[in-house]
């Protein structure tokens, strides 16, 4: 793009390359607008004779033509996209979700010119009306070839961000300690329900049982059949892995053990399975404190029905460090 200073009458469908005050200093027209018949009548108002300007030549996309484009390829979900001046796109969640975000994309996009994307935090929670992303290009125009290369690859490997709604969750919590669970229940039930609440919801079944592998197993394939969107173990006692109690109960009822071990303090004795399509989740030590550990980084993904995988658990040691 080429600027130039012209004269107001000849600058109709050009670019304003600055923004316009009037004289006592409330602005007129913004960097970036495009003007307008009805803008040179109301510079001339102004008293204004000369604008900076600048127009589009071949091979060039309008800055907000960019970001819109760019926009409708990045997210999917429940969000809505929403233009703003200066060439920028904001991206907002149209209810409560997570989520979950392309790293490893986002920053092969980034690293092309002309146009970057921020987003939130990956597994993050979002209220309805936040915004979640947003699209910023170059001043005033984006080389078509860059505009281009970005939505081939956006369409190619998928949207950079799910925003991924949580809709009406069910928890269910098993209390388990050696000797008694009623003694994990009280220990832990005041800070489960705290942990819950801030994630809107509530245990919607609770047990509590002696910490022995054919208890442990018989209350799971209970709380299995009330199929809720995640099971909670509370256990008083800290695994040395899988083959421990809850662990072997976990595999006695069919479970598929994900991952063992977060790279995250608090909450490193994290042990995760599927039964089925059921998340199963131990994290002793985890439950005696409102303070953020592992949970607070799982729940939003697993509370919106997605299945987390290990790698992605091992990705958690970025940030994991929490306190």
């Known amino acids: 793009m080429k600027a130039q200073t012209v004269n107001v009458k000849a600058s109709t469908g050009r670019i304003l390359c600055s923004t316009i005050f009037r004289a006592g200093g409330r602005k007129l027209l913004a960097k970036g607008h495009m003007l307008s018949e009805e803008d040179i009548r109301l510079l001339e108002t102004e008293g204004l004779n000369e604008v900076w300007v600048t127009e589009l030549e071949d091979g ?58 921020a987003t939130g935090v990956n597994f993050s929670m979002a209220k309805a009306g936040q915004r979640i992303a947003t699209v910023k290009s170059a001043p005033f125009a984006v080389p078509r070839p860059q505009l281009e290369t970005v939505v081939s690859m956006l369409r190619e490997r998928g949207p950079i961000l799910q925003a991924r709604p949580v809709r009406n969750p069910s928890v269910a919590v098993l209390y388990t300690d050696p000797l008694h669970g009623d003694r994990a229940r009280q220990l832990f039930e005041s800070i489960m329900r705290q942990r819950l609440e801030h994630f809107q919801t509530t245990p919607a079944f609770a047990m509590a049982c002696v910490e022995e592998e054919a208890a442990v197993a018989h209350s799971l394939e209970h709380l299995v059949r009330a199929k809720p969107t995640v099971i909670l173990v509370a256990s008083t006692t800290s695994p040395a ?61 697993l509370l919106a029905r997605y299945r987390v995988s290990g790698w992605e658990v091992a990705c958690l040691g970025h940030g994991g460090l929490l306190g």
């Open 241 to 301: 892995g899988p083959d421990d109690v809850i662990g072997r109960a976990m595999t006695h009822i069919g479970c598929h053990i994900e991952r063992f071990l977060a790279p995250v303090e608090p909450g490193n004795l994290f042990l995760l399975g599927y039964k089925d399509d059921f998340p199963i989740l131990s994290s002793p030590g985890c439950f005696r404190s409102a303070r953020p550990n592992v949970l607070d980084l799982v729940l939003p993904p």
């Open 60 to 117: 060039e996309v309008g800055e907000d033509d960019a970001v819109c484009q760019a926009a409708r390829e990045i997210g999917c979900g429940c969000l809505e996209i929403r233009l703003a001046a200066g060439g920028r796109a904001n991206l907002f969640a149209t209810e409560d979700c997570c989520l979950l975000v392309d790293d490893e994309l986002l920053r092969q996009i980034n690293c092309t010119a002309s146009i970057v994307i």
